[in-house]
């Protein structure tokens, strides 16, 4: 019920910028993401330790509701590999994992300058759904002792992303957009299933990271519409 009101607050939100305002710039962007161990404790796996840097995109807009003020909304998703060697099994089988997740985000940003370079930092909070993937290959498939086993974990999450950037005019009706962040999605449950292997039960801890923090670094441009 939080997850639907969550949404539904932020549809409301983006839809009154989008189409209530004359000020406003659409565009894209695309970047990296790094995975960090930030918010762990010294004995906790963190998400760097399970997953590698990876690529986002994401659909953007922005309503300045001053010089240096503006509202926007940021809708994409993202897709990071597993961290093979934390997952190395040595000779027993092959480990393959990724992490991918869609956003749905409103920001606020405040702008130092309204010159031809726009430094500026400000905050995005939203929603995230996670899809967690993970698939053990037995390197014993087809024997007595094949233990190969396949799980997805899919959540909702909320997120909430402090972010610093420069606009750069192009011209008129064009912007250059470079911005870093730090996502921070907390509190993944730490799902447990329960296998047969050889005639034994065997417990599988998913998302053993918790956090899924991340660095955010993309470029992108907007366009006056």
């Given amino acids: 019920m939080r ?12 839809s009154s910028m989008a189409y209530g305002q004359k000020d406003v710039w659409m565009g894209g962007n695309v970047g990296f993401s790094v995975p960090s161990n930030i918010g762990r404790s010294g004995d906790q796996i963190g998400f760097r330790d399970v997953a590698k840097s990876g690529f986002q995109m994401a ?7 001053n010089k240096r003020l503006s509202l926007g909304w940021d809708v994409g998703g993202q897709f990071q590999d597993g961290n093979k060697d934390f997952w190395d099994v040595n000779n027993f089988g092959t480990v393959t994992s990724n992490y991918s997740a869609l956003h749905l985000l409103v920001e606020g940003n405040y702008y130092f300058s309204h010159q031809e370079i726009k430094p ?15 698939t053990f290959d037995s390197a014993y ?10 799980y997805k974990a899919n959540q909702w999450k909320p997120g909430f992303k402090p972010q610093a950037g420069l606009l750069i005019d192009l011209s008129k009706r064009a912007m250059f957009d470079i911005k870093t962040g730090f996502v921070l999605i907390p509190n ?13 039960p065997k417990t599988i801890i998913q998302n053993p990271h918790g956090h899924q923090h991340q660095w955010v670094i993309s470029i992108g441009l907007l366009f006056l519409i």
């Avoid at 500026?120 to 993970?134: D, P």
């Fill in 188 to 200: 993944l449950e730490e799902t447990v299933s329960t296998v047969i292997e050889n005639g034994w």
């Fill in 3 to 14: 997850t639907h009101t969550l949404l539904l607050v932020l549809i409301l939100a983006v």
């Fill in 59 to 65: 659909f953007t807009g922005r309503w300045f509701y």
């Fill in 120 to 134: 500026y930092c400000g905050v995005s909070f939203g929603a995230y759904i996670l899809f967690n993937t993970m």
């Fill in 141 to 150: 498939t087809g024997t007595d002792a094949d233990a190969s086993v396949s």
